[in-house]
Structures are given as structure tokens and as C-alpha cells.
């Protein structure tokens, strides 16, 4: 899925297609764009999911968490601060071993 975000004249605009018309984008977008960047996951909580995201600390241990930061090359990676409220440490084999806490 093709999607595109662009500050036009101080105005953000969205595209939907590579090559398709740009949009203002509407105070939903906005809203949600700018928890996005704060890595705050409260709207799909609020709908009943949540995203993830996976972090792997350098001695190993892996853990999914409701915060992240978004990386240099897009990617978002799992990170652990004070607005982070769901965390899984996944303890070895992942269908056996998982551990979640609220905070």
C-alpha cells in the first residue's frame, strides 16, 4: 500500500497513489500523524488492537512494546520510556515463553 505525507506551504498534504493528486490532510490525520511521531500507540488501543514493536537489546533478550522510535532507514523499533505501558519479554521459544507486563 502506497501512502505519502508532505508539508505544502506550511500545509500537510497526503497521497493515496505515486503519481495521484495530494490532499490536505483532515484533523484525524493530523491528530494521528502527530502521536505517531510522539510513538504514542493510544488509538489502536482505543479500537481494540494494538501494534507492537520489536526491540533486541545486545545481550540478546527480545521484547515487543507499545512505543518505538522510528529509525534513520524508517524502520520503527521498539523502545522502552516513560509512555511505554505494554511490554512482552519474549524468554526463549516464543510459542512457549512470553511474559507481559502493564505498566
Excluded at 490525520?29 to 526491540?55: C, D, P, S, V
Aim: charged share 35%; proline share 1%; aromatic share 10%.
Amino acid at each position: 500500500m502506497f501512502y505519502e505525507e508532505r508539508l505544502i506551504d506550511n500545509v500537510w498534504h497526503c497521497r493515496t497513489q505515486p503519481n495521484g493528486k495530494w490532499r490536505v490532510m483532515t484533523d484525524k490525520q493530523l491528530t494521528f500523524r502527530e502521536k505517531e511521531l510522539q510513538g504514542i500507540n493510544e488509538w489502536a488501543e482505543q479500537e481494540g488492537t494494538m501494534k507492537l514493536y520489536y526491540h533486541k537489546t545486545d545481550g540478546g533478550a527480545e521484547y515487543l512494546m507499545d512505543t518505538y522510535m522510528k529509525c534513520s532507514n524508517g524502520h520503527k523499533e521498539g523502545v522502552l520510556n516513560d509512555k511505554t505501558k505494554y511490554v512482552v519479554r519474549i524468554d526463549g521459544d516464543i510459542t512457549k515463553d512470553a511474559e507481559l507486563s502493564i505498566r
